[in-house]
């Protein structure tokens, strides 16, 4: 709004900070040019006052200076260009007084300052007479809906200056209410149940004597305004408090450049308050001013790393498999195969790839097993990043482009650009004229804030750029590139060649498995009466297991010490119908008694398989003796001591009875027991119950003592790969 610039002054800045970062100031480049202040900001657009003449057939003028009275205008924030200022348009501009202005962070809602009245007659309305208060609108489809009035709005006082918090909850004022500490003090209203509470001031830690004005409240809970009392560098001073409690640290002044001798007020910033604007008539007109916090630049510059996402993979063929239609082929993981002992692969771009080393059956073209697994993070070189060519010709313009810098553990408020002739640039992209031949190192400083610290920082690297005498007869050198990612940019490499013992292996050397043909893997179970087994179970037993680390049922057949011996079943498997069968490897079960369960490594219990054959179930019956609760409870114990572990628990029949009643009444004896477990408190998700009935005896049914020792409970524990190394500790 029209201000008198009576009110001036203020506090020297803390050493500290300065010592922290200095500010960058320069002029806005508003055009056309006019009498602005007061800039607050709506995402990337600084809205602000300003007295220009407007199209109205009556003009109205100041009283005191007769200029126009204030309007609301926009500019597009742009630290490097000129740009064109527009009005906010008829519903937030009358014929009077409209601004300052302040926005919710999402931009919906506008609080403003205007005048209560429109003046009665004509001399008035000339003179521009009447109370000042505070409006509300909020965004439409087009424009602004009709402002409403600040409940508080008193004719007989000024309540101006408006800020709001970002999420428009609390309201931050300047006023001159009475039982205030002198001249205008700041008061803070709550949104309650959707009013605003009474105003309270601020009190003796922010106001004074003096005026306090202009107040913005930053995101982080900072609170910014202008001040004129004594002891400042200039009249009008822009200074900053901190949250303390239910109240706030002593305001402290901003250093020079931001305050100055003259009037420095409206201050504003983004959400990392590094960078925003700020308003001041330093020289001798009201103008706005465009602010950056900054640490030294260019200091430290390194070498840019170059990005490769080039890797070698190789490994020999192994002599079992030898003689058998099988050949490698590689999974890189990005949908890319490579048949082969040795895979080379450039990634398009940066990720998370399961690269396996894959047999795959020659007749049928299908993965007869697979060797290993490797989970291959390729990340870029977290750094600033020039692209660019690596030689050109003089004086013709060389396009430098940052775009594509991996920071992204920052949030990036400045990009700098230095050059050997001595000239800078701004902006994450530019271009140079480079007039001398030879290399020629160009320097990339990016400014960034921390996301966890809230630190200000900067890097800077640089690269050289070969320059090629324009007018040489002879062709540019052309960049020798065999890759491009997925951004377009182009690179040389090497491939990285990644040991195979980073892989991890289906069979490690020296360790005891065998060899089974998987059907197929389900995450739900299926009945082995299904019709789809109908036909194979004619032929081989099919087994179901629970593999932890899938999550899956699997369903298999035959069991084999070597791959080659495997080969046939999985053969004939194939011609059952099980087209995507494969070869599965099985580690041979640890097996200990229940009563040794307390004897058993840490490091040891994945796989493990705890048998206990003195469960005892009342016939036909899922109940288990009471007398089997203390054993279970050692179980309990090892779950609770080991919270990621899993447990499979799989109980067992003889043969006596139907197949199917066996297979039903083990299910139900297995979930009794998982029933068992989550009362005593562990989690249903770390127990999974699997009967198999009959179908896997440990010893004959011919006797009754083989029938006791086939009716058995057993417990297998799994331990999450990722845990493995950890929980031997």
């Known amino acids: ?18 010592a922290q970062w200095t500010y960058e100031v320069r002029p806005a480049q508003i055009r056309p040019q006019g009498e602005d202040y007061a800039p607050t900001l709506r995402d990337s657009t ?13 003009r109205i003028q100041q009283a005191e200076s007769e200029k126009p009275l204030a309007d609301l205008f926009s500019v597009p924030y742009s630290p490097a260009d000129a740009r064109h200022a527009v009005s906010m348009g008829p519903a937030l501009n009358t014929l009077l007084n409209d601004g300052p202005a302040t926005f919710t962070a999402d931009g919906a809602l506008i609080c403003f300052t205007r005048n209560l009245d429109s003046p009665s007659g004509l001399k008035d309305l000339k003179r521009a007479r009447g109370g000042i208060g505070l409006f509300f609108a909020r965004a439409e489809a087009e424009g602004w809906s009709t402002p409403e009035a600040f409940p508080f709005n008193n004719a007989e006082h000024r309540i101006m200056h408006p800020s709001l918090s970002a999420d428009g909850q609390r309201l931050i004022f300047a006023a001159d209410l009475p039982g205030g500490m002198g001249g205008m003090d700041l008061y803070e209203s709550v949104r309650e149940d959707g009013s605003w509470s009474l105003p309270m001031n601020l009190g003796s830690a922010i106001n004074g004597p003096a005026n306090e004005v202009f107040p913005f409240l930053h995101a982080s809970g900072r609170l910014y305004f202008s001040s004129d009392r004594e002891g400042g560098l200039g009249r009008l001073d822009i200074l900053s408090a901190e949250p303390d409690g239910k109240g706030w640290a002593p305001p402290v002044a901003l250093p020079e450049p931001v305050n100055s001798p003259a009037n420095d007020l409206g201050y504003t910033s983004f959400a990392t308050d590094v960078s925003g604007a700020f308003s001041s008539d330093r020289n001798g007109t009201d103008e706005i001013f465009l602010f950056m916090r900054t640490v030294p630049r260019f200091a430290d510059c390194r070498p840019q ?66 060797v290993a697994k490797h989970q291959l993070i390729i990340d870029e070189v977290h750094q600033p990043l020039v692209t660019a060519l690596d030689s050109a010709r003089t004086d013709r313009p060389v396009r430098l482009d940052a775009t594509h810098t991996y920071l992204p553990e920052w949030v990036i408020e400045d990009v700098r650009w230095r050059f050997p002739d001595g000239k800078e640039a701004s902006g994450a992209v530019t271009q140079h004229r480079f007039g001398s031949a030879g290399e020629q190192l160009v320097q990339l400083d990016i400014l960034g804030t921390e996301r966890v610290t809230g630190r200000l920082m900067s890097r800077c690297v640089t690269k050289p750029i070969t320059m090629i005498q324009r007018f040489v007869d002879s062709e540019d050198a052309p960049v020798l590139a065999s890759y491009q990612d997925a951004k377009g940019v182009t690179h040389e490499f090497a491939y990285q060649a990644l040991p195979f013992d ?19 893997a389900s995450k739900d179970r299926r009945s082995l009466d299904d019709p789809m087994f109908a036909e194979i179970r004619k032929h081989y037993p099919v087994i179901e297991r629970f593999d932890p680390a899938r999550g899956v049922y699997t369903y298999s057949v035959g069991e084999a010490k070597t791959l080659a011996e495997v080969y046939d079943l999985y053969q004939k498997v194939k011609q059952l119908t099980f087209l995507d069968a494969e070869v599965m490897a099985l580690n041979v079960d640890k097996v200990v008694d229940l009563s040794m369960l307390g004897l058993v490594a840490a490091e040891d219990l994945n796989n493990t398989v705890v048998r206990a054959s003195t469960v005892y179930f009342a016939t036909n019956s899922a109940s288990f003796d009471k007398a089997f609760e203390p054993s279970l409870a050692q179980i309990t114990e090892l779950l609770n001591k080991h919270p990621r572990v899993t447990l499979v628990i799989e109980a067992h029949t003889d043969d006596r009875g139907r197949d199917a009643y066996n297979r039903e009444l083990s299910d139900k004896r297995a979930q009794a027991l998982v029933e068992h477990f989550t009362r005593q408190g562990i989690a249903a998700e770390r127990l999974v119950p699997l009967g198999h009935g009959e179908a896997r005896p440990i010893t004959s049914n011919a006797s009754e ?25």
């Open 305 to 370: 790393e170059a990005n490769n996402f080039c890797y070698q993979f190789s490994e020999p063929i192994d002599p079992a498999v030898q003689g058998l239609p099988l050949r490698y082929a590689w999974d890189m993981g990005d949908g890319t195969r490579i048949m082969g002992d040795v895979a080379e692969h450039c990634y398009a771009r940066p990720g998370i790839y399961i690269v396996q080393r894959d047999l795959v059956d020659t007749t049928t073209n299908t993965v007869f097993f697979t």
């Open 46 to 58: 600084l809205v602000f006052c300003t007295l220009r003449e407007g199209d109205q057939a009556v």
């Open 1 to 18: 709004m029209g201000r008198s610039h009576a009110l001036f002054p203020a506090l020297v800045c803390a050493a500290s900070v300065a």
């Open 705 to 729: 003592s083989g029938r006791a020792r086939n009716r058995r409970v057993e417990f297998r524990l799994n331990v999450p790969q990722e845990d493995q190394a950890r929980i031997s500790k």
């Open 502 to 520: 980073q892989f991890q292996l289906a069979v490690k050397e020296g360790e005891d498995v065998r060899f089974s043909v998987e059907l197929f």
